[in-house]
C-alpha cells in the first residue's frame, strides 16, 4: 500500500509507540527495581530511574538466594537451562521419528496411533498431572532430572507439525532414495532431518520457551532446592509474610536474570525460526 | 549392459488388474519406450522394473537374474523421475555422488565418476550449486547425471521431459538420444507423448489400459498399426476414423456417402469397419477421382503445412497439405488417397482387418 498521509502515519506510530510502551513498562519496572535497594523498592512511589545497586543485588542473588529459597540463582539457572534444553531436544527427537513413523511406514492400527496422539493435543498437561504425578513418584524420579523433563517430552502438536510437513515431501524422494540404496534410517538422517531444519529451528524455540517457563510440574516434582527452576525459585523467594518480608530488589534481579535464555535464544535463532513458519523449503 | 524380459507381468491393486499380461523382450543396449494416454499402465510397468511396486503375477528379468523379489539397490539399475527429486538440501555434486556413497565407494572413484558424468552432461561450473538455484532444464541434466555415475545395467526414465517447455524439451530429447548413443545402456523410458517416442526409441511398447497393443519400431508401429487404438494415438493429427461397411472386394462404402478402396483383403459386405487414413496421405483431387467428398469446416494454417477440417457427415477427417492456397469454410472438398495407405479396423474390437 502506498499512501502519503502524513497524520496517518503519525496516529499509527502513536498507536504502535503506545502498544510498545504498555509492554515495555514492566519490563522497565523490574529492571529498575532489580538496581535498588531494599527500602528503595518500598517507597512509594518507587522510582523509576535505575539506582546504584546493579551489580550489588546481582552478585548477590546469583550466588546466595534470597529469601525463603537457599538456593542460589546460578544453580537454577543451571536446573531451568537443562531442564529447557532436554524437553526441546527431546521433543523433538521423539516428534520426528513417530513422525517419521507415522508417514513413511505402513503398519498395523497406523491411522489409530495417528489419531491417539492427535487426540492427546487437546488435553492440556494439567488435566492428566495427577496420574502423571503418580507414575513418577513411583518410578522414584522425583527431584531429578529425568522427573523434570520425560513426562514433558511427548509431543502430540511437534509429532503432528512434523507428519504435516514430512506430507509436503514428494514420494519420489523416497523413492529416489531406495533406487540409491539408502534404507528407511539413512533416508531419514541424510534427506529427511536436513529438510526438516527450518521447522526442528522454529520448533526448538517454541520448546525452548516452554520448558524454560515450566511452573506447575517442576513445582510437583522438586522438593530439594537443589533441583529447583527460576520459575520456581522466584515463587519461594516470595515470602508468605507480605511485602516488607520480601527481598523485592532481589527478586526483581532473578526475573530479569530469568528472562535472559528464553530472550537470547529467540534473537539467535530469529531468522531459523521465521524462516521455519514461513518457508517450504522444497 | 543387460537385457530386460518381461514375462506375461500382472500388476493387481487389490481386486483390480491394471497390468494384464505384458511379454516383450528388451534387447541389451536397446531404448525402448513405452508410450500411451495417462492411465494405461505405463509408469506402473516401468516402476516395476525399478522395483518400487511389487509383482503381482508374472516375471522381470534383467539381464539373466529375475529381479521379482529384489530391492531397487540390488537391480543394478538407475532412475530419473518425473519432478527429478533431487535432494533439495544437496549441492549438484552430492546428488550425484549420494547413491556411490551408500555402496560405499572411495572418495577418490566418487570424484572420478562425478567428474566425468559432470564433463558429459556439462554440469561442470554447477557442481556447487543447490537444485533450487538451477533451471528446469539443468535440473533435468542433474537427474541424468545422478543416474549415469552409477554405471548401471539399465535406466529408467519416467516422463523425464513432461515438465519441461516445448523448446527445451526438443533439446533435451536429442541430448539424451546423444547419451544413449555415447554410453549404449540399455534404456527403459516411459512418455505419453508420441512425438518423444517416435524421435527416440530403437522400439516402442504401445500401451492402452494394461495391455501391450503393440511392440515394434517407430517406423513399423507408424506403418503397420496393429489396433485401431494404436493406429489413433501413434501420428500427429491422429489417424482419421471413418465408418463403412464392406461393399465387395477392395471396397468399403462409408456410412455417410462416398466408396473407398482399399489393398487389404476380403472384407464380407456389409460387415461394420472402420476406415483408417492418415491425415497426410488424404489427397484432394477432382470430383469424379473422389473417395469421398466433405464440407470445410476449419483451416489451420501452421505454416508449412495446413490442416483442413472436414464434416463428412457425423464423422470428421483432417486433411494435411503443403502450405498453398486459400481455403474457404463452408465449401466442399473432394478428397482420395492411395489404396495402400488405407487401413481397416473392426469396429467392434479395433482390431486390424489386413
Same mark, same amino acid.
Do not use: D, I, K
Given at each position: 500500500m502506498i499512501e502519503n498521509r502524513p497524520g496517518l502515519t503519525l496516529v499509527t506510530h502513536a498507536v504502535l509507540w503506545g502498544g510498545v510502551a504498555v509492554l515495555a513498562f514492566p519490563v522497565w519496572v523490574t529492571f529498575v527495581a532489580s538496581t535498588l535497594t531494599a527500602e528503595q523498592v518500598l517507597?512509594?512511589?518507587?522510582? /523509576?530511574l535505575p539506582g546504584g545497586r546493579f551489580f550489588e543485588n546481582y552478585v548477590e542473588v546469583l550466588l546466595h538466594g534470597a529469601g525463603n529459597s537457599e538456593a542460589p540463582a546460578w544453580r537454577m539457572m543451571v536446573n531451568s537451562f537443562v531442564t529447557a534444553m532436554v524437553i526441546a531436544i527431546g521433543k523433538i527427537a521423539i516428534s520426528l521419528l513417530s513422525a517419521f513413523a507415522i508417514v513413511y511406514f505402513k503398519f498395523p492400527f497406523r491411522m489409530f496411533f495417528f489419531w491417539m496422539i492427535f487426540v492427546? /493435543?487437546? /488435553?492440556?498437561?494439567e488435566v492428566r498431572i495427577l496420574p502423571t504425578y503418580k507414575v513418577v513418584s513411583d518410578l522414584a524420579l522425583l527431584d531429578s532430572y529425568t522427573g523434570l523433563t520425560l513426562p514433558l517430552i511427548a509431543s502430540a502438536t511437534a509429532t503432528f507439525l512434523f507428519r504435516q510437513f514430512f506430507l509436503t515431501i514428494p514420494d519420489e524422494l523416497a523413492e529416489a532414495a531406495r533406487v540409491d540404496g539408502a534404507g528407511p534410517m539413512r533416508f531419514f538422517w541424510d534427506v529427511v532431518v536436513p529438510m526438516s531444519r527450518t521447522s526442528v529451528a522454529a520448533l526448538f524455540v517454541i520448546q525452548f520457551i516452554y520448558g524454560w517457563n515450566q511452573y506447575l510440574w517442576p513445582l510437583l516434582v522438586t522438593t530439594q532446592e537443589s533441583y529447583y527452576t527460576v520459575a520456581i525459585g522466584i515463587k519461594r523467594m516470595i515470602?508468605?509474610?507480605g511485602d516488607a518480608a520480601t527481598e523485592w530488589h532481589l527478586v526483581m534481579a532473578t526475573a530479569m536474570l530469568a528472562m535472559v535464555p528464553p530472550a537470547l535464544v529467540v534473537i539467535l535463532m530469529q531468522k531459523w525460526f521465521v524462516k521455519g513458519l514461513v518457508d517450504t523449503e522444497k | 549392459m543387460a537385457k530386460v524380459e518381461f514375462r506375461n507381468v500382472r500388476k493387481s491393486y487389490g481386486a483390480l488388474q491394471v497390468i494384464h499380461g505384458v511379454d516383450a523382450s528388451v534387447a541389451d543396449g536397446e531404448f525402448i519406450v513405452i508410450v500411451g494416454?495417462?492411465?494405461?499402465g505405463k509408469s506402473t510397468l516401468l516402476r516395476m522394473v525399478a522395483g518400487l511396486e511389487a509383482i503381482t503375477e508374472g516375471e522381470i528379468a534383467i539381464g539373466d537374474r529375475v529381479v521379482n523379489a529384489l530391492e531397487p539397490k540390488d537391480r543394478d539399475i538407475a532412475m530419473v523421475f518425473q519432478n527429478y527429486a533431487?535432494?533439495?538440501?544437496?549441492?549438484v555434486y552430492d546428488n550425484m555422488a549420494y547413491g556411490l556413497k551408500i555402496r560405499g565407494m572411495s572418495k577418490t572413484d566418487i570424484d572420478e565418476r562425478v567428474k566425468r558424468a559432470a564433463g558429459i552432461l556439462e554440469l561442470g561450473p554447477l557442481l556447487d550449486r543447490r537444485p533450487r538455484q538451477l533451471s528446469g532444464g539443468q535440473r533435468q541434466r542433474v537427474a541424468m547425471g545422478r543416474a549415469i555415475v552409477r554405471e548401471p545395467k539399465v535406466f529408467l526414465f519416467d516422463e523425464p521431459l513432461s515438465n519441461l517447455d516445448a523448446k527445451l524439451r526438443v533439446q533435451m530429447r536429442f541430448e539424451i538420444q546423444k547419451l544413449h548413443r555415447q554410453l549404449g545402456t540399455t534404456a527403459l523410458y516411459v512418455t505419453h507423448d508420441q512425438v518423444e517416442a517416435m524421435t527416440l526409441a530403437h522400439r516402442m511398447i504401445v500401451m492402452n489400459a494394461g495391455r501391450a497393443e503393440q511392440v515394434g519400431t517407430p517406423m513399423e508401429v507408424y506403418d503397420d498399426p496393429a489396433t485401431r487404438f494404436v493406429a489413433g494415438f501413434i501420428g500427429s493429427p491422429s489417424m482419421n476414423f471413418l465408418s463403412g461397411k464392406g461393399a465387395g472386394t477392395g471396397r468399403v462404402a462409408l456410412a455417410h456417402g462416398g466408396i473407398v478402396r482399399h489393398a487389404n483383403g476380403q472384407v464380407d459386405t456389409g460387415r461394420d469397419v472402420v476406415v483408417g487414413i492418415r491425415p497426410e496421405h488424404l489427397v484432394e483431387c477432382g470430383a469424379p477421382d473422389a473417395m469421398f467428398s466433405a464440407v470445410v469446416e476449419l483451416v489451420e494454417q501452421l505454416g508449412a503445412d495446413t490442416l483442413v477440417h472436414l464434416r463428412h457427415g457425423e464423422d470428421a477427417a483432417v486433411v494435411r497439405q503443403p502450405h498453398s492456397r486459400q481455403r474457404e469454410a463452408g465449401t466442399t472438398m473432394h478428397v482420395t488417397a492411395d489404396p495402400a495407405r488405407v487401413y481397416l479396423f473392426d469396429a467392434g474390437s479395433g482390431a486390424r482387418i489386413r
Open positions: 517507597a512509594a512511589p518507587m522510582p /523509576l492427546t /493435543l487437546m /488435553l492440556p498437561v515470602a508468605g509474610g | 494416454p495417462s492411465g494405461c533431487l535432494y533439495p538440501h544437496m549441492s
